[in-house]
């Protein structure tokens, strides 16, 4: 089975098409709160729990996290109680993990704007990858940064979330470029044979009006997107250290709100503005030539599993049209607490934990999953042995 895994184009080297995201953000927020998706999702104290019911409806791949703020709260001293759970759960389940090592959130003793963030983080990812080549992965994953363009916007140049500074998203950008670069060295010289996905907003930005300065700025903003990706590449600014075999699998977060028009209000699905997502993955696959993942996607409440067949129908059509796309992933696959006020966001395939410390299937989603198995994963048994 493994080896037809490594010969489907649609899988590429995954274990399965549908991936289940865990929602493992660990930033504070401008209020100096500190948060840890994972403990208040409950994920990290049922980890085993949860891979095994995600396998149970035929996921076999992973998103999750490994909290560089818990692991090293001493400087270069690890500690990693808080990961050894996660690695063996992933181990005795058979779940492939593509393992986030910084979504959003750093120790406190580190400052992101020195020189010294861009040698811990590395140091801390080399370890990472020397205590998961030890838990026995043959064929390990990395996204060693998430959304370098969201955390510089929001954390740079909006002071939503740490740093919490104002008009520094262009450098934010760069060094957390360089500390993925740097990263992506590190665990190259432990292992070798490691993959790495980026994990970057896609999205489209409409201009005001037809007027060419409104269409201009609009382009403008719109290219942003891109321009991480480009760093890490070495297509431009090249002091930086990018280079073309940093660049491997391309993740692109996609979401319902991912287009609106300049200074305006978010384009909906169906109005003339609104470009159809195929388009837009074909845009990413001409830039690039690289394979590409949806490495978020998902809705809130009664539109999930419409916003699934969706995606889907648009992913089909980009592969027709050439590209080569490897997966899908549910993003957060678990309801989780809201970053800003708890509230319970129901978006995910399942729910929050119940009182006997159980999750929900949201049954309507789980359908359309099963669904755009027959399509993706032809021939492949729910809750078999290999998804």
Not at 103 to 131: L, M, Q, T
Not at 295 to 313: D, F, I, K, N
Not at 365 to 377: D, H, M, P
Request: aromatic fraction near 10%.
């Amino acid at each position: 089975m493994d080896d037809i895994h490594k010969c489907d184009r649609r899988l590429g080297p995954f274990k399965s098409f549908f991936w289940g995201g865990f929602e493992c953000s660990s930033h504070r927020r401008s209020n100096r709160r500190r948060l840890d998706l994972l403990a208040s999702t409950g994920h990290d104290q049922h980890v085993l729990q949860d891979y095994l019911q995600l396998r149970s409806i035929g996921i076999v791949t992973v998103r999750d996290g490994l909290r560089w703020h818990l692991i090293e709260r001493r400087p270069g001293r690890y500690d990693w109680s808080s990961a050894l759970p996660m690695l063996r759960a992933a181990s005795s389940s058979g779940m492939q993990v593509i393992w986030d090592l910084c979504h959003y959130g750093w120790p406190d003793h580190i400052d992101i704007w020195s020189e010294e963030f861009v040698e811990r983080f590395a140091a801390f990812c080399g370890a990472s990858a020397k205590i998961v080549a030890d838990s026995g992965e043959a064929s390990p994953f990395y996204c060693p940064v998430n959304e370098i363009s969201f955390w510089s916007w929001a954390g740079g140049d909006k002071a939503q979330m740490n740093p919490s500074t104002r008009g520094r998203g262009g450098e934010l950008k760069r060094q957390l470029v360089r500390a993925t670069i740097a990263a992506i060295k590190a665990i190259r010289n432990v292992e070798p044979r490691a993959r790495f996905i980026t994990a970057e907003p896609l999205i489209h930005v409409a201009p005001r009006s037809l007027r060419p300065k409104d269409v201009t700025e609009a382009k403008t903003y719109r290219d942003y997107q891109f321009e991480a990706t480009d760093l890490i590449a070495g297509l431009k600014e090249t002091d930086l250290g990018g280079s073309g075999d940093c660049l491997d699998i391309i993740g692109l977060n996609y979401y319902p709100h991912n287009q609106w028009t300049l200074d305006g209000s978010t384009i909906p699905l169906g109005h003339h503005a609104y470009i159809p997502l195929h388009e837009l993955l074909l845009e990413a696959h001409e830039r690039y030539g690289r394979p590409l993942v949806i490495a978020e996607t998902g809705a809130e409440g009664s539109a999930r599993a419409a916003w699934l067949h969706y995606v889907c129908g648009e992913v089909e059509l980009a592969l027709a049209g050439g590209a080569e796309i490897w997966g899908v992933c549910l993003y957060p696959v678990l309801d989780y607490p809201g970053w800003e006020n708890d509230r319970i966001c129901k978006v995910g395939l399942l729910s929050a934990l119940d009182v006997s410390g159980e999750r929900l299937v949201y049954d309507a989603l789980a359908r359309e999953l099963q669904r755009q198995r027959q399509i993706f994963e032809p021939g492949r048994l729910l809750g078999s042995r290999h998804g």
